[in-house]
């Protein structure tokens, strides 16, 4: 048995509406069942509880109780065949959940080794913004930079990045150009870079390149890594 959604190798979704896999009977070739439990690995470190609903006082069953946790998932292979299975499930965002999943063949036999993934779900919003200059502030130098933050949000934050800068020159409208280090771009244009912690610093754009008495407006994005 193999979980292949949640991927092992993606540790954060944002969006996860199916829990899906395969299975194959190395013996007698035929599958009866496959069988997942979920444990909510955030704070309470405990299962849910199959079928009452998918809110916080679902993971009630607690580490002594896991094997009644088990619930059967959904074949989807032609012809019914549990070769490609899925179960449905939502998800509580901020929170770090293992999965597990074993099959069991016609004979009875089950699978002595679990399939296991952990994952974090996170439909949290990261945010950015810019901490100098302050907002309608009027400065006689930018020379210890642009800076700002870029966090992510919620109970189990993730890692905020990249983040995206545009300025714009608003005596004529143009957008500052990374590349040629000039205010040459005629429409939006940002620039995209990977802030070695939250809080950042953008020292591409010098005094010598702003006009004194002149207005700029200043904005961010980040996004994370779910």
């Known amino acids: 048995v193999a979980i292949k959604l949640p991927s092992p190798s993606i540790p954060r979704y944002s969006s996860l509406p199916t829990i899906s896999g395969t299975a194959t009977d190395p013996g007698i070739g035929q599958m009866e069942e496959i069988k997942l439990r979920i444990k909510l690995l955030s704070g309470i470190n405990q299962y849910w509880h199959p079928g009452i609903n998918y809110d916080l006082t679902a993971y009630d069953i607690t580490e002594s109780d896991k094997e009644t946790a088990w619930f059967v998932a959904k074949p989807t292979a032609p012809g019914g065949g549990w070769s490609i299975w899925y179960a449905t499930h939502s998800w509580l965002t901020g929170r770090q959940f293992q999965i597990e999943a074993k099959g069991k ?94 809080d950042w610093t953008y020292s591409t754009i010098t005094d010598d390149k702003l006009n004194s008495g002149t207005s700029y407006y200043i904005t961010t994005q980040t996004q994370d890594n779910a």
């Open 105 to 198: 063949d016609t004979l009875g036999n089950y699978a002595t080794v679990y399939s296991t993934v952990t994952f974090s779900f996170d439909t949290d919003f990261p945010e950015s913004g810019i901490s100098s200059p302050l907002t309608g502030s009027i400065v006689s130098t930018i020379g210890s930079g642009i800076q700002g933050t870029a966090r992510d949000m919620g109970v189990n934050p993730g890692l905020a990045s990249p983040v995206r800068i545009a300025i714009k020159r608003l005596s004529d409208g143009n957008w500052w150009y990374h590349l040629e280090t000039s205010f040459t771009a005629t429409s939006f244009t940002s620039y995209e870079f990977v802030p070695p912690a939250e």
